[in-house]
C-alpha cells in the first residue's frame, strides 16, 4: 500500500504513453474510440485525482527522499490534474490537429507539474520542471515549430540560468536536498557571493512562469492551437510557479537576498500585465496577460517569505493553473479575435459562461476563486508590511477587470453576427463539452465557497515546506 | 419632532426603557434573513440566466419573476424592519460563519438602525427599478439577471459585518453595472461605463488599501468588524486608514471632484440603473464613511472633517452650477442628483450627533430625492422625444402626472417642509453649523442655488411657452406613474409620519415601527466619540 500514493502518477503517465503509442502505430482500439479519446482521458484523471485524493493525505517520502509526498504535494497535484481534467473537458476538440498529441502532452506536463511539487531535492524539482517545459514546446510545434523553437530556446536559456544557480547554492549548501539546503542556511548569512545564484534561480523560474503567458500576447502566440496555448499558460507556467515555492522555502534563511528582487518582479508582472490586458484585443492574448497579472499575485505572496505569505500563494495557485489552463482551450479558435466571441452568450450559454468566469476569475473579480486568492495574499503582503506592492497589485487587478468586462461584454452583450464575420467556426456543441464547461463553473465557484479547507491545505503545504 | 429626536439621539446613553412592541413581532423569526435577502436575487439571477428564451418569447415572464423576487425581497424586508428592536445598541440579525479563519474573514452579517434604513430603502429600490425597466426590449434575460446581481451586491455590502466582506460586495457590485451600461445605455454608453468602472474600480482599491491598513494595524488576526473596529489605532494610522476610506467613499457618493461618472452614468444609463445608482448605490459611499470612518477612527474622522465639509460644499455648488449651464436635461437631473449627497456629506462632516443622525436619516431621503430627480427628468427627455432643453418647453400641460411627480422630485431634493429630506437637512444644518460654520453656510447657498437651477429648469422645461417645433410629447405611462409615483410617495410618506402610524388613539405603532424609531437604534454608540460637540 506505500506505493498507493504513486498511482496517480503511474495512471497519468501509462494514459500519456498508450495516447501517444496508439496514435503511432494506429491500434484498432484507438482507431475506433478516437473521437472518445478526450473523455476516456477524463476518466483516467478523475480516477487519477481520486486516488491522490484518497492516498495522497498520507506524508510519506520515496526513492531515498528523491520524493516527498506531503500536502504540499497533495495541494498541487490535485490542482492540476483538476485543470488538466477541465481543460480537456471544455475544450474545442475539432480544433486541435492532433487529438491524440494535444491529450498526451497536457498530461505529460500534468506528471512533470506532480513530480515537482513531490521533488524532495533540487534534481527532481528540476527534472518535472523540463518534462513540464517540454510537453508544452512538443504540443506547441504541431502547428506553429517556429514558435515550439522559440519557446524551447527561451526555456533552455531559463534552465541553464537555473542550473547554473542551483550548482552555486549546491557547492554552498553541500547538498542537494531541499530541506538540507534549508538548514545549511540558516546559519549563513545573505552574502553577496550567495545572492548571486539565488537571483539566477528566481529570475530564471520568473522568466520561466511568466514567459508563456506574455508569450500569447503576441500575434504569433494567437495562432498555437488552444489547449497548446492553456498548456502553456497554466500546467507549464505551474510547474516553475511550484519550483519557485519549493526553492524560495529551501532558501528562505536568506530571503534578504532575492525579496526585493521578487517584489519588483511581481510589481511589474501585476501591473503590466493589467495595463497590457486592455491595450489588446484578442480574448487569447488578454487572457494570457491577465493570467500573468495574477502570476505576479502569486510571485507576491512568495515576496513575504513567511508562512501565511506563502500559504495564500499556494492557495492562489490552484485558483491560477485552473483558470489559465481552461480559459484559451474553452475558447477554442474563437480565441483569436474578439468578433469571433460576438453574441457566444445566446449561442453557447455553456462554454460563454465558462470563459466568463475563468477570465473574471484570473482578474480577480470578487466572488471568484481569483478574488479569493488575491485577498489573501494581499492579508499577507498587509501583515508583512509590503502595502506599496498591494496598491500595485490592486491597481493592476482593477486593470484586469476592466480588461475581462470587455470581453464579458462581447460574449453577452453583443447580437450574434454571421458565421462570415465571424472569421472563425463556432465550437461543436456535445455533451461533454457542456458538461465540462459547467464543471469549469462549478470548480471556481467552489473554490471560493469551500475557500476555508481549501486555504487551510494550502496552509498546511506551506507548512510542510518548512516555513514558519 | 426634531426636537424630540435630537433630545432622544443626545440622551440615549443606554436602551429606551420602554421600546416599542410592534403588532405580530415575533410571528416570523429567521437566523438568515440577511443572508436570504442577498442570496436569494442571486440564486433568482441564476435560474433567469439560463431559462430558455427563444426569441424573447418569455421576456414578460422573466420581467414578473424579477419583479415578484423583489416584491417577496421587500417582504422579506419589511418583516425584518418590523420585527428590528428599535433603540438598543447592538447589531441585529447577525449571521457569524468562519470563511477564511487563516486569515480571519467571517461571514459575518448584521445590522443596526442606519443599516436597518439602507436596507428598507435597497428593498424599495428592488421593486421602483424593476418597475423602471419595464421598457427593456433587448436581451431581457441578461437585462435581469444583472440587475437582481447588482442588488444583490447592494444589499451584501450594507449588512456586512466583516470587512472581507463588505470589500467582496463592494468590488463585486462595478461588474453588473458596469455590463448594463455597457448593454442597455444610451448613445455614449462606452464612456459612461467605462469611467463608472475606472472611478468605481479606483475606489475599490482605495477601500482594500484602507481595510488592509487596518487589518495589519490591528494585529492581521481579523477581519470581523465587532473585533478591528473597536481596537483603537495611532493616530497617523487612523488618517491613513480614513484617507482610503473617504476617498473610496467620494468616488461612489459622489464628492467632487470624484464625479467625473455621475454625469455620462444618469445621461446616459438604463432608467432601472439610473434608480439603483442613484439611490442606494451611491448611498453606500456615506454609509461607508459613517460605519468605518466616524464610527470607527474618531481621531481620523476630526482631522478629515474640513476636507468632508470643503467637497460637500462644492459639490453641492458645483452640481447646482452646473445644471443651471447645462442644454441637456438628463445632464440636469445628473448633476442636481449630486447635490443630496452633498448635504449627507457635510452631515457626517460635522461630527455632531444631530447632524449624524440627520446623515443617517438623509441616507435614505437623499438617496430617493436623487434617483426621483434623476429619473424624473429622464423620463420627461424619453416621453419629450428630446433631452435638449433649447427644444423642451411649456411641456407640462400635456404631461400632467409628469409634471406633477417632478415638481414634488424639485421639492424633495430641496428638502420643503412636508418633505422627508426637509427633517434629514435641517438635523444636518442644525448640526452643522456649530462645529463647520463654513461649510454648512456653503452648503446652504449650494441648496439655494440648487433651487434657483431647479425653478430655472423647471419654469423652462414643464410651465415655459410651448415650443411648437418640438417633437410629439406624451405623459407617463402606467409603469412610469407607479415607479416615479412610489419613490415620490416614500419622500411624503416619511415626512409625514417619520415616527410611524399610530393605533387610533394609542401610543401603540400600527405596523411601521417608524424609521425616525429604527434608525437611531446603536446611533448613541456612533455618536459617543463626538458627544461633547452637541447642542447648547
Given at each position: 500500500m506505500k506505493y498507493a500514493a504513486l498511482v496517480p502518477e503511474a495512471l497519468v503517465v501509462a494514459a500519456a504513453v498508450a495516447l501517444l503509442l496508439g496514435a503511432r502505430w494506429r491500434l484498432p482500439a484507438y482507431r475506433r474510440y478516437r473521437t472518445r479519446l478526450p473523455a476516456v482521458v477524463a476518466v483516467v484523471l478523475l480516477i487519477a485525482l481520486g486516488v491522490e485524493l484518497w492516498a495522497g493525505a498520507a506524508v510519506a517520502t520515496y526513492f531515498s527522499g528523491g520524493l516527498v509526498l506531503d500536502r504540499f504535494a497533495l495541494f498541487v497535484k490535485a490542482a492540476a490534474l483538476l485543470a488538466a481534467l477541465v481543460a480537456i473537458g471544455a475544450a474545442d476538440w475539432a480544433a486541435e490537429d492532433s487529438p491524440s498529441i494535444s491529450l498526451a502532452m497536457p498530461l505529460l506536463a500534468v506528471f512533470g507539474v506532480m513530480v515537482a511539487a513531490s521533488a524532495g531535492d533540487v534534481v527532481v524539482l528540476w527534472a518535472g520542471l523540463e518534462l513540464a517545459g517540454v510537453a508544452g514546446v512538443a504540443t506547441l510545434a504541431l502547428r506553429r515549430p517556429d514558435l515550439?523553437?522559440?519557446?524551447?530556446?527561451?526555456?533552455?536559456?531559463?534552465?541553464?540560468?537555473?542550473?547554473?544557480?542551483?550548482?552555486?547554492?549546491?557547492?554552498?549548501?553541500?547538498?542537494?536536498?531541499?530541506?538540507?539546503?534549508?538548514?545549511?542556511?540558516?546559519?549563513?548569512?545573505?552574502?553577496?557571493?550567495?545572492?548571486?545564484?539565488?537571483?539566477?534561480?528566481?529570475?530564471?523560474?520568473?522568466?520561466?512562469?511568466?514567459?508563456?503567458?506574455?508569450?500569447?500576447?503576441?500575434?504569433?502566440?494567437?495562432?498555437?492551437?488552444?489547449?497548446?496555448?492553456?498548456?502553456?499558460?497554466?500546467?507549464?507556467?505551474?510547474?516553475?510557479?511550484?519550483?519557485?515555492?519549493?526553492?524560495?522555502?529551501?532558501?528562505?534563511?536568506?530571503?534578504?537576498?532575492?525579496?526585493?528582487?521578487?517584489?519588483?518582479?511581481?510589481?511589474?508582472?501585476?501591473?503590466?500585465?493589467?495595463?497590457?490586458?486592455?491595450?489588446?484585443?484578442?480574448?487569447?492574448?488578454?487572457?494570457?496577460?491577465?493570467?500573468?497579472?495574477?502570476?505576479?499575485?502569486?510571485?507576491?505572496?512568495?515576496?513575504?517569505?513567511?508562512?501565511?505569505?506563502?500559504?495564500?500563494?499556494?492557495?492562489?495557485?490552484?485558483?491560477?493553473?485552473?483558470?489559465a489552463t481552461a480559459a484559451p482551450a474553452v475558447m477554442g479558435t474563437l480565441g483569436t479575435a474578439e468578433v469571433a466571441l460576438t453574441g457566444l452568450g445566446s449561442l453557447r450559454p455553456h462554454r460563454a459562461a465558462a470563459i466568463a468566469i475563468a477570465l473574471l476569475s484570473l482578474a480577480g473579480a470578487p466572488p471568484f476563486a481569483g478574488f479569493f486568492g488575491e485577498f489573501a495574499v494581499g492579508a499577507a503582503l498587509a501583515q508583512s508590511r509590503h502595502l506599496e506592492l498591494l496598491a500595485v497589485g490592486l491597481v493592476g487587478s482593477t486593470l484586469s477587470l476592466i480588461a475581462a468586462i470587455g470581453t464579458v461584454r462581447v460574449l453577452y452583450l453583443q447580437n450574434p453576427i454571421e458565421e462570415t464575420r465571424r472569421g472563425a467556426p463556432l465550437p461543436v456543441w456535445t455533451r461533454f463539452s457542456a458538461a465540462g464547461a459547467v464543471v469549469l463553473c462549478a470548480l471556481i465557484a467552489a473554490y471560493s465557497l469551500f475557500a476555508s479547507p481549501i486555504l487551510s491545505l494550502a496552509d498546511q503545504g506551506a507548512e510542510g515546506l518548512g516555513l514558519r | 419632532m426634531l426636537a424630540a429626536l435630537a433630545a432622544g439621539i443626545h440622551l440615549q446613553t443606554v436602551p429606551s426603557p420602554t421600546p416599542h412592541t410592534i403588532p405580530g413581532a415575533g410571528i416570523f423569526q429567521s437566523s438568515y434573513i440577511l443572508s436570504l435577502a442577498i442570496w436569494i436575487p442571486v440564486a433568482v439571477a441564476v435560474v433567469i440566466s439560463v431559462l430558455p428564451n427563444p426569441r424573447g418569447r418569455f421576456d414578460t415572464v422573466i420581467k414578473q419573476i424579477a419583479f415578484f423576487t423583489n416584491l417577496g425581497l421587500m417582504f422579506i424586508l419589511f418583516i425584518a424592519y418590523n420585527q428590528?428592536?428599535?433603540?438598543?445598541?447592538?447589531?441585529?440579525?447577525?449571521?457569524?460563519?468562519?470563511?477564511?479563519?487563516?486569515?480571519?474573514?467571517?461571514?459575518?452579517?448584521?445590522?443596526?438602525?442606519?443599516?436597518?434604513?439602507?436596507?428598507?430603502?435597497?428593498?424599495?429600490?428592488?421593486?421602483?427599478?424593476?418597475?423602471?425597466?419595464?421598457?427593456?426590449?433587448?436581451?431581457?434575460?441578461?437585462?435581469?439577471?444583472?440587475?437582481?446581481?447588482?442588488?444583490?451586491?447592494?444589499?451584501?455590502?450594507?449588512?456586512?459585518?466583516?470587512?472581507?466582506?463588505?470589500?467582496?460586495?463592494?468590488?463585486?457590485?462595478?461588474?453588473?453595472?458596469?455590463?448594463?451600461?455597457?448593454?442597455?445605455?444610451?448613445?455614449?454608453?462606452?464612456?459612461?461605463?467605462?469611467?463608472?468602472?475606472?472611478?468605481?474600480?479606483?475606489?475599490?482599491?482605495?477601500?482594500?488599501?484602507?481595510?488592509?491598513?487596518?487589518?495589519?494595524?490591528?494585529?492581521?488576526?481579523?477581519?470581523?468588524?465587532?473585533?478591528?473596529?473597536?481596537?483603537?489605532?495611532?493616530?497617523?494610522?487612523?488618517?491613513?486608514?480614513?484617507?482610503?476610506?473617504?476617498?473610496?467613499?467620494?468616488?461612489?457618493?459622489?464628492?467632487?471632484?470624484?464625479?467625473?461618472?455621475?454625469?455620462?452614468?444618469?445621461?446616459?444609463?438604463?432608467?432601472?440603473?439610473?434608480?439603483?445608482?442613484?439611490?442606494?448605490?451611491?448611498?453606500?459611499?456615506a454609509y461607508l464613511v459613517l460605519r468605518l470612518l466616524v464610527a470607527a477612527e474618531p481621531d481620523g474622522a476630526r482631522l478629515l472633517s474640513p476636507l468632508m465639509a470643503g467637497l460637500a460644499a462644492l459639490t453641492v455648488i458645483y452640481g447646482a452650477a452646473a445644471a443651471l449651464r447645462t442644454v441637456d436635461l438628463r445632464h440636469a437631473g445628473a448633476y442636481l442628483a449630486l447635490v443630496p449627497g452633498g448635504v449627507t456629506a457635510l452631515g457626517l462632516a460635522a461630527l455632531t450627533p444631530i447632524s449624524l443622525a440627520g446623515s443617517v436619516l438623509g441616507l435614505f431621503t437623499g438617496g430617493l430625492a436623487a434617483a426621483l430627480i434623476a429619473s424624473a427628468f429622464t423620463t420627461i427627455s424619453d416621453r419629450a422625444q428630446t433631452r435638449n432643453l433649447a427644444v423642451l418647453s411649456g411641456v407640462g400641460p400635456r404631461m400632467p402626472k409628469l409634471a406633477w411627480l417632478t415638481v414634488l422630485a424639485a421639492l424633495g431634493l430641496l428638502g420643503v417642509p412636508l418633505m422627508a429630506t426637509f427633517t434629514s437637512n435641517e438635523m444636518t444644518f442644525f448640526g452643522a453649523f456649530k462645529t463647520q460654520p463654513v461649510g454648512g453656510f456653503a452648503v446652504a447657498a449650494g441648496l439655494a442655488l440648487t433651487a434657483v437651477a431647479l425653478a430655472v429648469v423647471v419654469q423652462r422645461v414643464l410651465f415655459g411657452a410651448p415650443n411648437t417645433d418640438a417633437p410629439a410629447v406624451s405623459d407617463a405611462s402606467l409603469g412610469e406613474t407607479w415607479y416615479l409615483g412610489m419613490l415620490a410617495g416614500a419622500l411624503l410618506w416619511v415626512g409625514i409620519v417619520p415616527g410611524g402610524p399610530k393605533l387610533p388613539g394609542t401610543d401603540q405603532p400600527l405596523f411601521d415601527p417608524g424609521i425616525a424609531n429604527v434608525f437611531v437604534a446603536d446611533l448613541p454608540e456612533i455618536v459617543a466619540p463626538y458627544a461633547g460637540t452637541s447642542g447648547p
Open positions: 515550439g523553437l522559440r519557446l524551447l530556446l527561451l526555456g533552455t536559456t531559463a534552465s541553464a540560468l537555473m542550473l547554473l544557480g542551483l550548482a552555486y547554492v549546491y557547492a554552498t549548501a553541500g547538498t542537494a536536498d531541499l530541506g538540507g539546503i534549508r538548514q545549511a542556511l540558516a546559519s549563513s548569512a545573505p552574502t553577496l557571493p550567495l545572492a548571486i545564484p539565488v537571483l539566477l534561480v528566481v529570475g530564471a523560474l520568473a522568466l520561466r512562469a511568466s514567459f508563456t503567458p506574455l508569450q500569447l500576447a503576441g500575434p504569433a502566440g494567437w495562432q498555437a492551437s488552444p489547449v497548446s496555448n492553456g498548456l502553456l499558460a497554466g500546467i507549464v507556467a505551474a510547474a516553475a510557479l511550484v519550483a519557485a515555492i519549493k526553492i524560495t522555502a529551501a532558501v528562505g534563511p536568506v530571503s534578504g537576498v532575492f525579496a526585493s528582487y521578487l517584489e519588483v518582479i511581481s510589481a511589474l508582472l501585476m501591473l503590466g500585465g493589467g495595463a497590457a490586458a486592455l491595450g489588446v484585443r484578442s480574448p487569447r492574448a488578454r487572457a494570457g496577460l491577465i493570467a500573468a497579472c495574477q502570476l505576479g499575485w502569486i510571485l507576491a505572496g512568495l515576496a513575504t517569505h513567511y508562512r501565511v505569505g506563502t500559504a495564500s500563494a499556494v492557495f492562489l495557485l490552484g485558483a491560477f493553473v485552473i483558470a | 428590528f428592536s428599535t433603540f438598543l445598541p447592538n447589531v441585529q440579525y447577525e449571521e457569524k460563519i468562519a470563511w477564511l479563519p487563516a486569515i480571519g474573514a467571517v461571514y459575518h452579517l448584521g445590522v443596526d438602525g442606519p443599516g436597518m434604513v439602507m436596507l428598507v430603502l435597497s428593498g424599495l429600490i428592488g421593486i421602483i427599478a424593476v418597475l423602471a425597466s419595464q421598457g427593456v426590449r433587448e436581451r431581457v434575460r441578461s437585462y435581469f439577471a444583472l440587475l437582481l446581481l447588482a442588488q444583490a451586491c447592494v444589499t451584501g455590502a450594507i449588512a456586512a459585518h466583516d470587512l472581507f466582506v463588505l470589500v467582496l460586495f463592494w468590488s463585486a457590485a462595478t461588474v453588473p453595472i458596469t455590463l448594463l451600461i455597457l448593454g442597455w445605455g444610451g448613445a455614449r454608453r462606452e464612456a459612461a461605463a467605462w469611467r463608472l468602472a475606472a472611478y468605481w474600480g479606483a475606489g475599490s482599491v482605495a477601500l482594500m488599501l484602507a481595510v488592509m491598513g487596518i487589518y495589519a494595524a490591528t494585529g492581521g488576526t481579523s477581519f470581523d468588524m465587532d473585533a478591528v473596529l473597536k481596537s483603537p489605532l495611532a493616530p497617523r494610522a487612523e488618517v491613513i486608514v480614513g484617507l482610503g476610506i473617504f476617498l473610496a467613499a467620494a468616488t461612489r457618493l459622489p464628492l467632487f471632484p470624484f464625479h467625473g461618472w455621475a454625469r455620462d452614468v444618469y445621461a446616459e444609463a438604463p432608467l432601472g440603473v439610473v434608480v439603483l445608482v442613484a439611490s442606494t448605490g451611491t448611498r453606500l459611499g
